[in-house]
């Protein structure tokens, strides 16, 4: 095997080139004074030429000398300054070593780039940190603090500077950090009480592992939805009771006027007996109203197991009796439900479906396979659902008596089964309602 070629000349880097003909010039006086001697020997009989070509040497050593020394000392101080962070100073291109120059100004370019866009993410990852309601932390693989967010200080009621560089038990937190990832715990801490998610993940900071644990305060979240379910359920409840309350408390005021009078007017039995059948009424529909509302609060957990889907829809098809309901079918499905809360939210979805239609209308009921679940469909071509995000709300109803339960009942019961319900538009171009039914498909055996 045949050793590579030496480079050639022309292929030597620029600075070598510049340094190899500079010390050639140096040496160029001395080779000059050699000829000289050898054809003139005369004339170095006197001192004076022998100094000039010492002379010349001597300022062509030094010329060099700085040619090669100065740009190395400039090359230094650009690799100081980029060693201590500074990465604002720039070299001035040219001389020997003007391609590295050229680079090293590229290179303190990018840092400066590269930390102008860490600054700018760490002061949003910090703004970011400051806004949340979560207390973050991060502890080193020694387990002391590293970062904690405002939330974490007003948590424990400490600040950062003393908080930083203490440990887990220091800090209060070994219950909590002994808790696996996703767990929920009801904790004491010097800041607040409460219920609380506990998150943890590994992280590398600096080459080292480290932890970053995230504490949720579900319990407030959980407030703030149950004031406002308290909130609807009020409303609606007080809606419904006065609109009770407010005749019966006319009518029976009417009937005290009628007999106080004397003499008794001659038809006051016809008018008593009205006010009572109206009082009679009202009451009628408060108690149903209050019957709905215990059905759905007292709703049991499902008992689930193997249902046929199309012997079920047909069974509750044919309970329909204002009006014929269409069983377009699909394919032969299983799902894990029960059996008796199935036909219950069916029943109520195919009333809805059979008074928007009504006894001239068409409602139809099909089933099929969508996204790994079985997707039940009652179609009617009424007028379809009013434009309401509370269709779902327990109580909320557009219809006149309507007890608002159906629609609330169905949705209690798909949840309960791990599905969802949906009232839409129905997306064929026709004109109507089309109610939706997930339920888990019974393709292994039921876990419950």
Not at 261 to 269: M, S
Not at 348 to 355: G, K, P, S, V
């Given at each position: ?8 000349r022309?292929?030597?880097?620029r ?16 080779a ?7 054809c ?5 009989a ?21 040619r ?6 400039s ?58 309601d ?5 502890f ?8 904690a ?30 808790q696996?990832?996703?767990?929920l715990?009801r ?37 703030e ?8 359920l ?39 007996t009205?006010?009572?059948e ?5 009451a ?49 499905l ?14 109520n ?70 599905g ?29």
């Amino acid at each position: 095997m045949t050793e590579p070629a030496p480079p050639r000349r022309s292929q030597m880097p620029r600075f070598e080139r510049q340094v190899l003909w500079g010390s050639a010039l140096c040496a160029l006086p001395a080779a000059a004074s050699c000829g000289l001697v050898a054809c003139w020997p005369q004339l170095f009989a006197k001192p004076l030429w022998a100094i000039v070509p010492l002379a010349l040497t001597a300022w062509l050593v030094r010329w060099q000398f700085r040619r090669v020394v100065y740009p190395i000392y400039s090359l230094g101080s650009l690799l100081e300054s980029l060693r201590q962070g500074d990465y604002s100073l720039r070299g001035v291109k040219g001389g020997m070593l003007g391609d590295v120059i050229y680079d090293i100004n590229a290179l303190a370019e990018r840092l400066q780039d590269e930390r102008l866009a860490f600054e700018e993410s760490s002061f949003l990852l910090g703004k970011t940190l400051a806004a949340m309601d979560n207390a973050v932390m991060v502890f080193d693989r020694d387990g002391r603090l590293r970062l904690a967010n405002p939330a974490a200080c007003e948590l424990l009621a400490r600040t950062r500077e003393a908080m930083f560089g203490s440990t887990v038990a220091e800090l209060g937190l070994d219950e909590v950090w002994s808790q696996p990832s996703g767990s929920l715990i009801r904790q004491r801490f010097a800041g607040r009480e409460g219920r609380f998610e506990v998150r943890r993940a590994p992280l590398r900071s600096g080459g080292h592992s480290a932890q970053l644990m995230v504490l949720s305060d579900v319990g407030r979240a959980l407030r703030e939805e149950e004031r406002a379910a308290w909130q609807r359920l009020l409303r609606v409840l007080g809606h419904e009771v006065n609109n009770s309350l407010a005749p019966i408390h006319s009518m029976a005021g009417t009937l005290a006027s009628l007999l106080a009078r004397d003499p008794l007017p001659d038809d006051w039995r016809e008018d008593m007996t009205s006010g009572l059948e109206v009082i009679g009424r009202r009451a009628e529909s408060l108690g149903r109203f209050l019957a709905g509302y215990s059905r759905l609060a007292r709703l049991p957990p499902p008992q689930r197991k193997r249902v046929e889907l199309d012997a079920l829809c047909r069974r509750v098809a044919s309970m329909e009796t204002s009006l014929t309901v269409v069983v377009t079918g699909g394919a032969a499905l299983h799902v894990w439900a029960d059996a008796d809360q199935l036909e219950q939210a069916l029943i109520n979805l195919l009333r809805n479906a059979a008074e928007a239609a009504g006894q001239d209308g068409e409602v139809s009921i099909a089933w099929r396979v969508e996204h790994a679940q079985a997707l039940i469909e009652v179609l009617d071509d009424g007028p379809g659902p009013p434009p309401s995000e509370n269709l779902f709300v327990p109580f909320f109803t557009t219809k006149p008596g309507g007890s608002g339960i159906g629609l609330a009942l169905v949705r209690q019961i798909a949840e309960a089964h791990e599905g969802q319900a949906q009232l839409l538009m129905r997306a064929d171009g026709k004109c109507g309602a089309c109610a939706r039914l997930w339920l888990p498909l019974a393709t292994a055996p039921s876990t419950d």
